[in-house]
Structures are given as structure tokens and as C-alpha cells.
């Protein structure tokens, strides 16, 4: 496995994909409109807008890392390569697998919703790329082994 937080996690990892927190796409676009419409001080006002906390999964910044493993789902906040995205070793959030209610992947074309649901209702929200859609569905197929489907 190319990308692997084994050693962050201080077990083997046994699916792992890279995300991105769940709107920044529409951020993004946003700030670039802002910039384009209104120059400096366009770009700036959308920036201010499109600012704040992530919400539905722990702040890792615009590249993340989710990694499952025997016992648990973690995310980890990555690194940008100069080519590719990195596994970083600053873990920003886990959970125990039993506490995993479901996990699911839509169907986007560009960009795919994954969410992760947990029996106490909390739910963590990412955005994918296409280019790390196989990735993404190993790891919903991971999180939904052994449970039963609806």
C-alpha cells in the first residue's frame, strides 16, 4: 500500500483514501469568482465568507487522510506533495469501529460525498476526488463490513 498510516496509527491500516473537507470545492470556486468579479478586495470578501470551521469531520486543513484499521476509522491531516498528496503523522481525529453505524459514497462525477455515520448520530462529512474514488470505496467497504445493509 503506497499511502499507509500504519505507523501514525500504531497499527496496520488496512484502507485508506484521501480527502478534502466537505465544501471546500464550492469554497474554492467562490474565492476565485470573488477574485475575477471584484479583484483584491472581491477575492478577499469571498475569502472572509467562505472561511470557518469545517463542519461534520475533525479540521485537518484541505488535504486529509482516512484511514481504517482492525479497530478503528482515524483521520490524519495530510501534506501536499509536489505531485501528489502526502499521509501526514498528526492524527486529528479517531473513532472504534463499533461505533461506526454506516458508511457511504455517492456517485459524483468529479468530485464524491463520503459520510460516515456513528450510533450516536454524530456523522463525519468529506469530499473526494475523482482520483481517489477507488481508494474511497475500499474504505466504505471497510467501515461496512460485518454490518447489515438497508
Known sequence: MADDASKAL??????????SPKGLTKRLTGVAAGGAV???AGGMAAMAAASGPYQGAPQ?????????TEAEVAVLRGKMGLLKP???EDVVGRVARSEIASAEL???????????????GDSWEFEVPKIH????????RALNQGKEQS
Open 10 to 19: 500504531g497499527s496496520p491500516q488496512t484502507a485508506g483514501t484521501f480527502v
Open 38 to 40: 471584484g479583484g483584491v
Open 60 to 68: 485537518f486543513g484541505t488535504v486529509g487522510y482516512v484511514a481504517v
Open 86 to 88: 502526502k499521509v501526514g
Open 106 to 120: 455517492d456517485g459524483g462525477a468529479l468530485k464524491a460525498a463520503m459520510r460516515i455515520d456513528f450510533s450516536n
Open 133 to 140: 474514488r477507488k481508494t474511497a470505496e475500499q474504505v466504505v
